[in-house]
T-cell receptor, first 113, second 113 residues
Framework: DQQVKQNSPSLSVQEGRISILNCDYT??????FLWYKKYPAEGPTFLIS?????DKNEDGRFTVFLNKSAKHLSLHIVPSQPGDSAVYFC????????????FGSGTQLTVLP | DGGITQSPKYLFRKEGQNVTLSCEQN?????MYWYRQDPGQGLRLIYY???????QKGDIAEGYSVSREKKESFPLTVTSAQKNPTAFYLC????????????FGPGTRLTVT
């Protein structure tokens, strides 16, 4: 049972336009959400996060939005650049003593020049 | 220059052999984790450790073993009991189990034939 879902395995966007990556979750105990970016044959790198007490967090070109009632979050990249082409993983962490990250299956973003 | 190192980057083994993957960190982090990534899937937690000489099973621990004799090191042994060992293995660390952000190593691609 996937608790964190990224339903779009791939997304292509023109350079300079907005990229919107989506993520849904089912576990209401999740209270912190993270986005990681991963290039082939490398480990994921942390990109941006958001606490469940907020609905938006912005860092440069990256903004994460959280809609708790819909159990949905999204990552916006504006403007998109070719170097943003990578797999993006949504991850969630829940309340409890063992705060393990639960990852989605990832979305391959391709930014076309 | 702090970080997480994993070696080797590529590893080949014959079926039936145990193999140990190395993970070292110099971030002074207490918590360390092992994940497995398969094509088209997110990262799945194998084992994690919050302190030296203590470790806990993750979601897919069967066929794997770990040790945590030093704070800096968290080696993973893939045993012959693991039915599908070919995968990309990622080690991560965080300040402690309450630390939200996990930092990942570059990964080891294990191929078992």
């Amino acid at each position: 049972d996937q608790q964190v879902k990224q339903n779009s395995p791939s997304l292509s966007v023109q350079e300079g336009r907005i990229s919107i990556l989506n993520c849904d979750y089912t576990n209401s105990m999740f209270d912190y959400f993270l986005w990681y970016k991963k290039y082939p044959a490398e480990g994921p790198t942390f990109l941006i996060s958001i606490s469940s007490i907020k609905d938006k967090n912005e860092d440069g070109r990256f903004t994460v939005f959280l809609n708790k009632s819909a159990k949905h979050l999204s990552l916006h990249i504006v403007p998109s650049q070719p170097g943003d082409s990578a797999v993006y993983f949504c991850a969630a962490i829940g309340r409890g003593s063992a705060r393990q990250l639960t990852f989605g299956s990832g979305t391959q973003l391709t930014v076309l020049p | 220059d702090g970080g997480i190192t994993q070696s080797p980057k590529y590893l080949f083994r014959k079926e039936g052999q145990n193999v140990t993957l190395s993970c070292e960190q110099n971030l002074n982090h207490d918590a360390m984790y092992w994940y497995r990534q398969d094509p088209g899937q997110g990262l799945r937690l194998i084992y994690y450790s919050q302190i030296v000489n203590d470790f806990q099973k993750g979601d897919i621990a069967e066929g794997y073993s770990v040790s945590r004799e030093k704070k800096e090191s968290f080696p993973l042994t893939v045993t012959s009991a693991q039915k599908n060992p070919t995968a990309f293995y990622l080690c991560a660390s965080s300040i402690d189990l309450q630390g939200y952000e996990q930092y990942f190593g570059p990964g080891t691609r294990l191929t078992v034939t």
